[in-house]
């Protein structure tokens, strides 16, 4: 069974730094290429990053790009994402997924991020 | 980029009932379109993949439909499980979600 499980979730103050981590098991961790998507409170669904099965290539959203780094450890089957310099817009529900066929078909249950002061 | 734009935002139906949401895209981007459902407190769920597939599972009420720039969702015959709200996403490289339609009692 495809298991992906978010944590490192938390309140933050503005300006301040976290890094989520997934946990993967049940496949092939190195095959997948896999990505990050946030939900904000009240907002529609946004992917945030994502990247390749090496690890080599990896895509930002412009609301992101210099203060989020994705990256992957292919031998610990896991994904991070370290979020520098964050702001009250970052708050949101973030979801580590597996991409498939350019598709998300599994999901992590999601860890919440809070920036408040 | 690719905009996608859903519409409506809100959908009142009743139980029964046979309802269509509409995905449109800024540009062609031929049967890369996915559709999920997301329920409060709930992973977003793939009901679709490139348009029209009907991913293992979901039942057989749901069709998607379309290609190019225009898109349809069609649930034939609602059930009390499938108020939520759908997204539709272009499943190439930037992954861009609609905005979300909310099916409501």
């Known amino acids: 069974e495809v298991q992906l499980v978010e944590s490192g979730g938390g309140l933050v103050q503005p300006g301040g730094s976290l890094r989520l981590s997934c946990a993967a098991s049940?496949?092939?961790?190195?095959?997948?290429?896999m990505t990050w998507v946030r939900q904000a409170p009240g907002k529609g669904l946004e992917c945030v990053s994502y990247?390749?099965?090496?690890?080599?290539?990896?895509y930002y959203a412009d609301s992101v790009k210099g203060r989020f780094t994705i990256s992957r450890d292919n031998a610990k089957n896991s994904l991070y994402l370290q979020m520098n310099s964050l702001r009250a817009e970052d708050t949101a529900v973030y979801y580590c997924?597996?991409?498939?066929?350019?598709?998300?078909?599994?999901w992590g249950q999601g860890t919440l991020v809070t920036v408040s002061s | 980029d690719i905009q996608m734009t859903q519409s409506p935002s809100t959908l009142s139906a009743s139980v029964g009932d046979r309802v269509t949401i509409t995905c449109r895209a800024s540009?062609?981007?031929?049967?890369?379109l996915a559709w999920y459902q997301h329920k409060p407190g709930e992973a977003p769920k793939l009901l679709i993949s490139?348009?029209?597939s009907l991913e293992s599972g979901v039942p057989l009420r749901f069709s998607g439909s379309g290609s190019g720039t225009e898109f349809t969702l069609t649930i034939s015959s609602l059930q009390p499980d499938d108020f939520a709200t759908y997204f539709c996403?272009?499943?190439?490289?930037?992954?861009?979600f609609g905005q979300g339609t909310t099916l409501e009692l």
């Open positions: 990247i390749t099965t090496t690890g080599n290539s990896m």
């Open positions: 490139r348009a029209s």
């Open positions: 997924v597996r991409i498939d066929g350019y598709s998300f078909k599994y």
């Open positions: 996403q272009h499943s190439g490289r930037l992954y861009t």
């Open positions: 540009q062609s981007i031929s049967t890369w």
């Open positions: 049940g496949f092939t961790f190195s095959s997948h290429e």
